[in-house]
Protein backbone atom coordinates (compact mmCIF):
# COMPACT_ATOMS: atom_id res chain seq x y z
CA UNK A 1 0.00 0.00 0.00
CA UNK A 2 1.41 3.38 -1.28
CA UNK A 3 1.30 6.22 1.20
CA UNK A 4 2.55 9.85 1.88
CA UNK A 5 1.29 10.44 5.24
CA UNK A 6 2.83 11.39 8.61
CA UNK A 7 2.67 8.45 10.61
CA UNK A 8 1.04 10.57 13.80
CA UNK A 9 -1.77 11.12 11.20
CA UNK A 10 -5.10 9.29 11.98
CA UNK A 11 -5.91 7.45 8.52
CA UNK A 12 -10.00 6.76 7.81
CA UNK A 13 -8.57 4.38 4.72
CA UNK A 14 -11.58 2.05 3.73
CA UNK A 15 -11.18 -0.95 1.65
CA UNK A 16 -14.46 -0.54 -0.17
CA UNK A 17 -13.22 3.20 -1.43
CA UNK A 18 -10.13 1.72 -2.46
CA UNK A 19 -11.70 -0.64 -4.29
CA UNK A 20 -14.32 1.85 -5.87
CA UNK A 21 -11.85 3.87 -6.95
CA UNK A 22 -9.35 0.99 -8.23
CA UNK A 23 -12.96 0.04 -10.40
CA UNK A 24 -13.62 3.34 -12.09
CA UNK A 25 -9.79 3.88 -13.50
CA UNK A 26 -10.55 0.33 -15.30
CA UNK A 27 -14.11 1.22 -16.64
CA UNK A 28 -13.17 4.14 -17.55
CA UNK A 29 -10.68 2.97 -19.46
CA UNK A 30 -12.56 0.20 -20.81
CA UNK A 31 -14.98 3.03 -21.62
CA UNK A 32 -12.23 4.47 -24.42
CA UNK A 33 -11.79 7.52 -21.98
CA UNK A 34 -8.25 6.82 -20.57
CA UNK A 35 -5.11 8.87 -22.29
CA UNK A 36 -2.16 7.14 -22.06
CA UNK A 37 -0.63 7.04 -18.47
CA UNK A 38 -2.26 10.79 -17.78
CA UNK A 39 -4.99 11.54 -16.29
CA UNK A 40 -6.47 11.72 -12.13
CA UNK A 41 -9.58 10.69 -10.14
CA UNK A 42 -9.51 11.15 -6.97
CA UNK A 43 -11.03 10.31 -3.35
CA UNK A 44 -10.86 11.81 0.28
CA UNK A 45 -10.58 9.36 3.21
CA UNK A 46 -10.80 12.54 6.02
CA UNK A 47 -14.01 14.74 6.77
CA UNK A 48 -11.75 17.89 5.89
CA UNK A 49 -10.67 16.59 2.54
CA UNK A 50 -6.75 16.62 2.77
CA UNK A 51 -6.04 13.28 3.12
CA UNK A 52 -6.58 11.58 -0.41
CA UNK A 53 -6.47 8.62 -2.52
CA UNK A 54 -4.66 9.20 -5.97
CA UNK A 55 -3.71 7.16 -8.29
CA UNK A 56 0.14 6.52 -8.84
CA UNK A 57 2.27 8.78 -11.16
CA UNK A 58 1.96 7.09 -14.53
CA UNK A 59 0.44 4.37 -14.61
CA UNK A 60 -2.18 2.92 -16.77
CA UNK A 61 -5.84 3.16 -15.91
CA UNK A 62 -6.45 -0.46 -16.59
CA UNK A 63 -3.81 -1.90 -14.35
CA UNK A 64 -4.93 0.04 -11.48
CA UNK A 65 -5.94 -2.17 -8.43
CA UNK A 66 -6.86 -1.05 -4.51
CA UNK A 67 -3.03 -1.11 -3.38
CA UNK A 68 -1.71 0.53 -5.93
CA UNK A 69 -3.55 3.78 -4.79
CA UNK A 70 -1.51 6.57 -3.11
CA UNK A 71 -2.48 8.09 0.02
CA UNK A 72 -1.58 11.62 0.11
CA UNK A 73 -1.77 14.85 2.53
CA UNK A 74 -2.84 18.36 0.82
CA UNK A 75 -0.90 19.64 3.56
CA UNK A 76 2.31 18.07 2.70
CA UNK A 77 4.16 20.50 1.22
CA UNK A 78 7.03 17.77 0.63
CA UNK A 79 4.93 15.22 -1.40
CA UNK A 80 6.96 16.21 -4.60
CA UNK A 81 10.36 15.58 -3.49
CA UNK A 82 9.63 11.80 -2.50
CA UNK A 83 10.22 9.01 -4.15
CA UNK A 84 6.85 7.91 -4.81
CA UNK A 85 5.87 11.17 -5.66
CA UNK A 86 2.48 11.47 -7.22
CA UNK A 87 2.32 13.21 -11.30
CA UNK A 88 2.66 17.30 -10.55
CA UNK A 89 -0.14 18.03 -12.84
CA UNK A 90 -2.45 15.60 -10.54
CA UNK A 91 -1.04 17.33 -7.25
CA UNK A 92 -1.53 20.43 -8.63
CA UNK A 93 -5.28 19.73 -9.40
CA UNK A 94 -6.34 17.01 -7.00
CA UNK A 95 -4.14 18.10 -4.01
CA UNK A 96 -5.17 22.05 -4.44
CA UNK A 97 -9.32 21.15 -4.58
CA UNK A 98 -9.39 18.54 -1.88
CA UNK A 99 -7.60 20.91 0.27
CA UNK A 100 -9.67 23.91 -0.64
CA UNK A 101 -12.74 21.71 -1.74
CA UNK A 102 -13.28 19.06 1.80
CA UNK A 103 -16.78 18.69 0.35
CA UNK A 104 -15.44 17.17 -2.51
CA UNK A 105 -15.13 13.95 -1.73
CA UNK A 106 -14.35 12.31 -5.23
CA UNK A 107 -12.90 13.97 -8.21
CA UNK A 108 -13.27 12.37 -11.44
CA UNK A 109 -10.92 13.99 -13.84
CA UNK A 110 -10.37 12.76 -17.95
CA UNK A 111 -10.12 14.43 -21.13
CA UNK A 112 -13.44 12.04 -22.71
CA UNK A 113 -13.85 12.20 -26.03
CA UNK A 114 -17.00 14.52 -26.40
CA UNK A 115 -16.43 16.71 -23.25
CA UNK A 116 -13.48 17.31 -24.12
CA UNK A 117 -14.63 18.52 -27.63
CA UNK A 118 -17.22 20.19 -25.96
CA UNK A 119 -14.27 22.05 -23.91
CA UNK A 120 -12.72 23.06 -27.17
CA UNK A 121 -15.53 25.50 -28.43
CA UNK A 122 -15.78 29.23 -27.43
CA UNK A 123 -18.81 29.04 -26.15
CA UNK A 124 -18.51 25.49 -24.01
CA UNK A 125 -21.54 25.74 -22.36
CA UNK A 126 -23.81 23.06 -21.50
CA UNK A 127 -27.27 24.29 -23.15
CA UNK A 128 -30.19 22.24 -21.75
CA UNK A 129 -31.62 20.10 -24.95
CA UNK A 130 -32.97 17.06 -23.74
CA UNK A 131 -32.93 14.90 -20.48
CA UNK A 132 -28.90 14.04 -19.99
CA UNK A 133 -28.06 17.96 -20.50
CA UNK A 134 -30.70 18.96 -18.53
CA UNK A 135 -29.76 16.84 -15.91
CA UNK A 136 -26.36 19.48 -15.59
CA UNK A 137 -28.42 22.54 -15.34
CA UNK A 138 -26.94 24.90 -12.43
CA UNK A 139 -24.72 22.56 -12.11
CA UNK A 140 -21.85 23.44 -14.48
CA UNK A 141 -18.90 25.68 -13.73
CA UNK A 142 -16.20 26.72 -16.65
CA UNK A 143 -13.23 28.12 -16.56
CA UNK A 144 -11.57 29.04 -19.75
CA UNK A 145 -8.20 30.38 -19.15
CA UNK A 146 -6.07 27.38 -20.23
CA UNK A 147 -2.57 28.14 -19.44
CA UNK A 148 -1.13 24.48 -20.85
CA UNK A 149 -0.29 21.98 -18.36
CA UNK A 150 -1.73 22.44 -14.97
CA UNK A 151 1.59 21.70 -12.91
CA UNK A 152 1.83 25.30 -11.11
CA UNK A 153 -0.30 26.30 -7.61
CA UNK A 154 -2.23 28.89 -9.16
CA UNK A 155 -3.58 27.13 -11.80
CA UNK A 156 -5.45 24.52 -9.05
CA UNK A 157 -5.89 27.68 -6.89
CA UNK A 158 -8.16 29.45 -10.36
CA UNK A 159 -9.55 26.29 -10.81
CA UNK A 160 -11.03 25.81 -6.81
CA UNK A 161 -12.22 29.36 -7.47
CA UNK A 162 -13.94 28.50 -10.74
CA UNK A 163 -15.64 25.21 -9.40
CA UNK A 164 -17.27 27.06 -7.00
CA UNK A 165 -20.33 25.23 -5.20
CA UNK A 166 -20.89 23.35 -8.80
CA UNK A 167 -20.50 19.79 -8.98
CA UNK A 168 -18.83 20.03 -13.05
CA UNK A 169 -16.16 21.99 -13.96
CA UNK A 170 -15.46 22.06 -17.36
CA UNK A 171 -12.26 22.87 -18.66
CA UNK A 172 -11.34 24.80 -21.39
CA UNK A 173 -9.40 23.67 -24.37
CA UNK A 174 -8.65 20.56 -21.41
CA UNK A 175 -11.45 18.20 -20.22
CA UNK A 176 -13.84 18.12 -17.50
CA UNK A 177 -13.56 17.79 -13.60
CA UNK A 178 -16.48 15.62 -11.68
CA UNK A 179 -17.12 16.02 -8.22
CA UNK A 180 -19.10 13.60 -6.18
CA UNK A 181 -20.20 12.36 -2.65
CA UNK A 182 -19.01 8.62 -3.41
CA UNK A 183 -17.37 7.14 -6.32
CA UNK A 184 -20.25 5.75 -8.32
CA UNK A 185 -22.45 9.02 -8.23
CA UNK A 186 -19.32 11.02 -9.62
CA UNK A 187 -19.11 8.14 -12.28
CA UNK A 188 -22.52 8.22 -13.34
CA UNK A 189 -21.69 12.24 -13.55
CA UNK A 190 -19.24 11.17 -16.00
CA UNK A 191 -20.78 9.44 -17.55
CA UNK A 192 -24.15 11.50 -18.52
CA UNK A 193 -22.09 14.33 -18.80
CA UNK A 194 -19.82 12.83 -21.76
CA UNK A 195 -23.20 11.95 -23.22
CA UNK A 196 -24.62 14.84 -22.72
CA UNK A 197 -21.41 16.88 -24.90
CA UNK A 198 -22.15 14.11 -27.19
CA UNK A 199 -25.65 15.18 -27.68
CA UNK A 200 -24.09 18.57 -28.15
CA UNK A 201 -21.68 17.96 -30.36
CA UNK A 202 -23.79 16.42 -32.78
CA UNK A 203 -26.73 18.40 -32.88
CA UNK A 204 -24.82 21.76 -33.41
CA UNK A 205 -22.83 19.44 -36.39
CA UNK A 206 -26.26 19.83 -37.90
CA UNK A 207 -26.14 23.90 -38.09
CA UNK A 208 -29.38 23.80 -37.73
CA UNK A 209 -30.72 26.05 -34.47
CA UNK A 210 -31.28 24.13 -31.17
CA UNK A 211 -33.93 23.64 -29.84
CA UNK A 212 -33.17 25.09 -26.00
CA UNK A 213 -35.43 24.35 -22.92
CA UNK A 214 -36.99 26.77 -21.45
CA UNK A 215 -35.12 28.00 -18.03
CA UNK A 216 -38.76 25.96 -15.94
CA UNK A 217 -38.13 23.04 -18.00
CA UNK A 218 -35.10 22.59 -17.40
CA UNK A 219 -34.29 22.92 -13.94
CA UNK A 220 -37.74 20.54 -13.11
CA UNK A 221 -35.90 17.92 -15.70
CA UNK A 222 -32.80 18.37 -13.70
CA UNK A 223 -34.73 18.01 -10.34
CA UNK A 224 -36.41 15.03 -11.38
CA UNK A 225 -33.05 13.41 -11.58
CA UNK A 226 -32.68 13.38 -8.09
CA UNK A 227 -35.22 10.64 -7.73
CA UNK A 228 -32.85 8.63 -9.86
CA UNK A 229 -29.76 8.37 -7.96
CA UNK A 230 -29.83 5.35 -7.21
CA UNK A 231 -29.35 4.64 -10.53
CA UNK A 232 -25.85 5.33 -9.92
CA UNK A 233 -24.35 2.57 -7.81
CA UNK A 234 -26.35 -0.43 -9.81
CA UNK A 235 -25.19 0.89 -13.05
CA UNK A 236 -21.60 0.98 -11.51
CA UNK A 237 -21.93 -2.36 -9.92
CA UNK A 238 -22.78 -3.90 -13.46
CA UNK A 239 -19.74 -1.91 -15.58
CA UNK A 240 -17.73 -3.52 -12.31
CA UNK A 241 -19.22 -6.70 -13.50
CA UNK A 242 -17.50 -6.44 -17.03
CA UNK A 243 -14.43 -5.54 -15.68
CA UNK A 244 -11.28 -8.39 -16.92
CA UNK A 245 -9.60 -9.83 -13.86
CA UNK A 246 -6.11 -8.47 -13.23
Avoid at 23 to 45: M, T
Amino acid sequence: MNTHVSPDQTLVDPVALRQDLADAFRICHQLGWSESVGNHFSAAVSDDGARFLLNPRWQHFATIRPEDLLLLDSNDETVLDGPNAPDASAWCVHGTLHRRKPEAKVLLHCHSPYATALACLKDPTVVPIDNNTARFYGRTAYDLDFGGIADAEEEGERLAESLGDKSVLVMGNHGVTIVGDSVADAFEDLYFFEKAAQTLILARSTGQPLAVLSDAVAQNTADGWIAYRGMAQRHFEYLRSQLPRL
